[in-house]
């Protein structure tokens, strides 16, 4: 059974650093047809790709937050990071991890329950 | 940058009742289109890819068609479970994946 988990905080000041880990089961990070990425929603909103990373390490990110985001893996661990700097206001938002299917498509297959990330002063 | 737009925002439906929803890329996307079912503080479900497959487990009510840039997704007797925020996102051209800004279907 595949799952996936997200963790981190869940409230932030303006300006900093949010870090969130996303441990997976159920398959490997180094399977070469899937990746992780994250998506984000904000309250009432849309879902927003960010990003993600496959076995190889090949990462691909949203351009219009592409300076703020980092992504990266701990294979052993089954364990994906992403860290968001300068976190504001409208980052507020609900933050999934979601494993990616390649090969004749891409689709997000499974995803975790997600993690709701507020910025407050 | 290809854009997902969805129509109609919203949809009441009784139940029992067919619901069509329409999906539109900014340009050809071919088939490479999934839909996503979202139900209130839950995550998004994968219903169906190559825009007309559908998902393992997903019932046969769901069906979508389409290609090019028009798509269509049709629950064709809503259940009381199918009542949801339901987005389309296309896979063509990524990254990076673009997804569309979702119709509500509730209960008229």
């Known amino acids: 059974q595949v799952t996936l988990k997200e963790s981190g905080p869940v409230l932030l000041k303006p300006t900093e650093t949010l870090t969130l880990t996303c441990t997976v089961s159920g398959f490997s990070l180094s399977n070469v047809k899937m990746a992780v990425s994250w998506i984000r929603q904000p309250p009432g909103g849309a879902l927003e790709w960010l990003a993600h990373i496959f076995s190889n390490d090949k990462t691909s990110y949203n351009t219009s937050l592409k300076n703020r985001l980092t992504i990266s893996k701990d294979t052993f661990k089954s364990q994906v990071v992403l860290t968001v700097t300068n976190m504001d206001p409208v980052d507020t938002a609900t933050y999934y991890c979601?494993?990616?299917?390649?090969?004749?498509?891409?689709?997000?297959?499974?995803w975790g329950q997600g993690m709701v990330v507020t910025v407050s002063s | 940058e290809i854009v997902m737009t969805q129509s109609p925002v919203a949809l009441s439906v009784s139940p029992g009742e067919r619901a069509t929803l329409s999906c539109r890329a900014s340009q050809s996307i071919s088939r490479y289109l999934a839909w996503y079912q979202q139900k209130p503080g839950q995550a998004p479900r994968l219903l169906i890819y190559d825009a007309s497959t559908r998902a393992t487990g997903i019932p046969a009510r769901f069906s979508g068609s389409g290609s090019g840039t028009e798509f269509t997704l049709t629950i064709s007797s809503l259940q009381s479970e199918d009542f949801a925020v339901y987005y389309c996102?296309?896979?063509?051209?990524?990254?990076?994946?673009?997804f569309g800004p979702g119709t509500k279907v509730d209960i008229k």
């Open positions: 979601a494993r990616l299917v390649t090969g004749f498509n891409a689709i997000f297959d499974s």
């Open positions: 996102q296309q896979y063509d051209t990524w990254p990076p994946f673009a």
